[in-house]
């Protein structure tokens, strides 16, 4: 039984387990998303939240106006995204903070997990 876990994003190949290193202990899993951030916007983890993606649209393009000008366009665009592929590491702080200021988006994600 592994004591660990490795999420690869989907864009990156799993490790090939060697000789040297037989990966007994860590289970590595390939995301069918672009990168783990995009867990963040799952079904799972915005319910978590009490939300569904379009009240999530909703919240992230409201709140686009206070991170720069930068940041501002990307998260406007946000009922164009494709939740599960669109390149959001950049973002993903804004993107927890539109929905919680006080949270950060890694907490709900491992709030998630652990169920």
């Given amino acids: 039984m592994p004591c ?3 999420l690869i994003d989907g864009d ?3 490790p090939t387990p060697t ?4 990966q007994k202990n860590i289970k590595f899993i390939q995301l069918a998303c672009h990168e ?3 867990l963040y916007l799952s079904d799972e983890v915005l319910s978590d939240m009490g ?3 379009e009240e999530a649209k ?5 709140s686009a106006n206070k991170f720069g000008e930068e940041k501002k366009v990307r998260l406007s665009s946000v009922k164009t995204w494709d939740r599960q592929d669109h390149d959001i ?24 997990f652990q169920k």
Avoid: R
């Fill in 4 to 6: 660990g876990f490795a």
């Fill in 12 to 14: 990156k190949s799993l």
């Fill in 19 to 22: 000789s040297h290193n037989l």
């Fill in 36 to 38: 783990s951030e995009n």
């Fill in 51 to 53: 939300l569904t993606w």
């Fill in 58 to 62: 909703v919240k992230i393009e409201l």
């Fill in 89 to 112: 590491k950049e973002i993903i702080n804004q993107i927890a903070e539109s929905f919680d200021p006080k949270s950060s988006g890694l907490c709900a994600l491992g709030k998630s």
